[in-house]
């Protein structure tokens, strides 16, 4: 008596291919987040600059992170990840010229010399602390076009930099984020802005603001080029979440379980909200958590979903889980513009184009993944699939924890 053996029809053995496809790119997602050489969350260098105009000069305050300062110059000879004082005496020199060479004013397409250096000093705050320089350039006229352009890191594909500028004419402030292929600032300086600045010393600037006219304030931020305002902070927000590897590992956490699109659509929702109160808070300055709290609490997100992950075959009210750690989120999201001093006039849009900015790229994340997903569900082994997904997101969400609580 012969038994028929079952035959795989070509379309059952295309799906099952279709499959392995799929779950191989999930485990690949996860992988590919511990490719970089530190596996840090947010590895930013960071400077902050501020123009400010005169009639008399034009000064140029540049700040910038101690390890940045340490990478470019390797002046930390003990590598022990600071500068003690001799190794920055040493290096003073060095990193002067660095930035000379990489950020660069122009006058009229004419690159400007530094008159004088005011002050280089490195302001010992533990991990925070920063490189602190203050030069003067020559002063501006009256309808002259203006440049700053930011070539630091520029050809350094492993750094994430970027640069916070904050320039002050007048009654007037105008902010950019120079990042990514985003390198330079421009502006023309109107007849009827150049009025409105001070005559001598920048602390004298405010002085003038009672005699500057609101409407010849506005026409001069009319005349500044618009790629270099909400564009670019479009553009941060953007690079901000796709180098943020651990709010894209706790987005593909919460994503891989097994749940219907209604509940897809509450997580991304809760998230969304979420995350958007705290940004906004925390950059508005009416909330303030310490980072030490808020980047453990952000690898503890991730570890929590995978664990639920593993030992939840269904998981429900998910979007109250990730409504609460998208607060936390938020908070992580802010930290690169808190130390930013954005005027009030610039805040609601350059703060809504950096949302948006990180918006686009989870929708267009959730987009991709959701019909993925939806292959995945119908595997045989999709559950033994999200349990590997989500156990190497446990291991390197523990990473990370545990490198944020002893660092």
Not at 56 to 80: F, P, R
Not at 256 to 268: L, T
Request: proline residues 2%.
């Amino acid at each position: 008596m012969y038994r028929l053996k079952a035959v795989s029809t070509p379309t059952s053995w295309l799906h099952r291919r279709l499959h392995m496809v799929w779950c191989l790119i999930l485990v690949c997602c996860v992988l590919s987040f511990t490719n970089t050489q530190t596996v840090q969350a947010h590895a930013y260098s960071a400077s902050y600059t501020t123009l400010q105009f005169t009639k008399a000069q034009t000064e140029m305050t540049y700040v910038i992170d101690e390890l940045s300062v340490i990478e470019l110059t390797e002046g930390d000879d003990n590598k022990n990840g600071m500068l003690d004082a001799e190794e920055f005496k040493a290096v003073q020199s060095r990193i002067e010229s660095v930035i000379k060479e990489n950020v660069i004013l122009k006058i009229n397409g004419e690159p400007q010399t530094w008159l004088r250096v005011n002050q280089i000093t490195l302001n010992r705050l533990g991990e925070a602390t920063q490189l602190v320089l203050s030069v003067t350039f020559p002063a501006v006229s009256a309808s002259q076009a203006i440049t700053l352009t930011d070539h630091l890191y520029e050809n350094d594909p492993k750094t994430n930099y970027v640069n916070l500028l904050t320039i002050n004419y007048g009654a007037q402030k105008s902010t950019s984020a120079l990042s990514g292929k985003n390198r330079m600032w421009s502006m023309m300086l109107s007849e009827s802005a150049y009025a409105g600045l001070s005559s001598d010393n920048p602390k004298t600037q405010e002085a003038s603001q009672a005699e500057t006219d609101p409407q010849s304030q506005n026409t001069a931020m009319n005349e500044t080029d618009m790629t270099t305002g909400w564009l670019s902070f479009f553009k941060l927000g953007i690079n901000h979440i796709l180098t943020g590897y651990d709010h894209l590992l706790f987005l593909l956490a919460l994503l891989i379980a097994r749940q219907s699109f209604k509940k897809f659509a509450g997580v991304i929702t809760a998230f969304t909200i979420a995350h958007s109160l705290t940004l906004t808070l925390s950059v508005v300055g009416w909330l303030h958590v310490s980072p030490q709290i808020v980047e453990p609490a952000i690898a503890f997100s991730i570890c929590y979903v995978a664990l639920e992950n593993i030992f939840r075959k269904d998981v429900n009210n998910r979007w109250i889980l990730t409504f609460l750690f998208g607060l936390i989120h938020g908070m992580g999201f802010a930290d690169i513009l808190q130390e930013m001093n954005i005027p009030t006039s610039e805040l609601a849009i350059d703060l809504a184009s950096f949302n948006i900015g990180i918006e686009v790229v989870q929708l267009l994340i959730v987009v991709i993944c959701l019909p993925l997903l939806a292959q995945l569900q119908q595997w045989n082994h999709s559950r033994r699939a999200v349990i590997a997904v989500s156990s190497l997101a446990f291991i390197l969400g523990g990473f990370w924890l545990a490198e944020r609580i002893l660092t």
